[in-house]
């Protein structure tokens, strides 16, 4: 059976902290977080990927 991850992704991961709350701050934070669920797909996992939803799925 495949591993299957549900990731939401919204303000928490989005904006870092007060100081980095700009569209291409929000922009680069979105690439970084790409690159983490790349990495999990290369490792054989099932990834949904849903916009926020934080608080009703983690």
């Known amino acids: 059976m495949a591993k299957v991850a549900v990731v939401a992704i919204g303000g928490n991961s989005?904006?870092?902290d007060k100081d980095h709350q700009?569209?291409?701050?929000?922009?680069?934070?979105?690439?970084?977080?790409?690159?983490?669920?790349?990495?999990m797909i290369d490792q054989g996992w099932d990834v949904v990927i849903t916009h926020c939803?934080?608080?009703q799925v983690g």
């Open 14 to 16: 989005l904006i870092k």
């Open 53 to 55: 939803n934080g608080p």
């Open 22 to 39: 700009t569209v291409p701050d929000q922009f680069a934070a979105t690439r970084e977080t790409c690159v983490h669920i790349a990495s």
